[in-house]
Every structure is written in structure tokens, then in C-alpha cells.
């Protein structure tokens, strides 16, 4: 006996298992065509007001206000950055009893500044340790209440 047939086979609306399942699937289907319909509908939208500019910004049309937002999300290197760690920030040892633990935060503000205003060396430094990929957009649309 399967754990499928401890259940009713029928529901009240007539229902059966393998039709919501069929409904289900077919549901999830249908949003993920959806989804990916609406992120190409939103990156023409964001051609069509030229929206280049990482950050937000407002536009109006007609009688609607299209707020478009993009940024970008940092990835460090981990690896390459504690190979260039000194020896002495090492802890080496057969049995190391004390764990070092480092947590690393990225500090969005201080790398869109060595960007804009560091120099060719400091943003070398910087893209040696760091990549960067486009986050995803953000469209917001309302109707103007006159």
C-alpha cells in the first residue's frame, strides 16, 4: 500500500490527486514562462526610457511613474585574497586548537568611490580581489493620482 492510496481518490469538487498535480504543474509551468516574459519586457522598457545609469531613477509617461532600479552585486575573491596574506596572518599547525575566524563584508560605498575617484592602481588592486555582476532589475510601475 503506497502512502497515495491512504488518501481519498476524489474530492468533494471531483477532484483527483493526479489532476492537481497535472494543475499544479501546469501552474508552475505558466509562472516561470511568466517571470521570464516580464524580466524581457522590463530590460526593453529600461532601452526604450534609456536607462543606463547603475542606481534608481524616476520616469513619467503619460500617467504612469516608472521608477527603474539596477545595481551591481560584488563577489570577492577569498582565495587569491588570503594567498597574499603575510605568513605571520597564518595560523599553520598539525593540530590548531584555536580556529580563526574572519568575516569579510564588502563596502559597497568605498568600492563605487575607489571607482569613480581611486586611482588606476587602487581600482587594479581593487578588480584583482573583486568581480562584479548586474543585480537584477527592479521595475516599479504606478499609476499618477491626479
Not at 497515495?4 to 469538487?13: A, C, H, K, R
Not at 587602487?122 to 499618477?144: E, G, R
Request: aromatic fraction near 6%; include cysteine.
Amino acid at each position: 500500500m503506497s502512502m497515495i492510496d491512504e488518501f481519498p481518490e476524489v474530492l468533494d469538487n471531483g477532484s483527483t490527486v493526479r489532476d492537481l498535480i497535472k494543475y499544479i504543474n501546469l501552474c508552475n509551468d505558466t509562472i516561470e514562462m511568466m517571470s521570464k516574459s516580464k524580466v524581457m519586457a522590463e530590460n526593453d522598457l529600461a532601452t526604450l526610457l534609456e536607462h543606463t545609469k547603475i542606481g534608481a531613477h524616476t520616469h513619467t509617461f503619460d500617467d504612469w511613474k516608472i521608477t527603474i532600479t539596477t545595481g551591481l552585486n560584488y563577489k570577492m575573491n577569498i582565495d587569491r585574497y588570503i594567498e597574499s596574506l603575510s605568513a605571520v596572518d597564518k595560523i599553520d599547525g598539525r593540530f590548531p586548537i584555536v580556529k580563526q575566524v574572519t568575516k569579510f563584508e564588502l563596502n559597497n560605498k568605498a568600492i563605487r568611490d575607489c571607482e569613480m575617484y581611486g586611482t588606476q592602481q587602487d581600482n587594479a588592486i581593487k578588480d584583482a580581489y573583486l568581480s562584479a555582476t548586474p543585480k537584477k532589475m527592479h521595475v516599479k510601475i504606478a499609476k499618477v493620482v491626479v
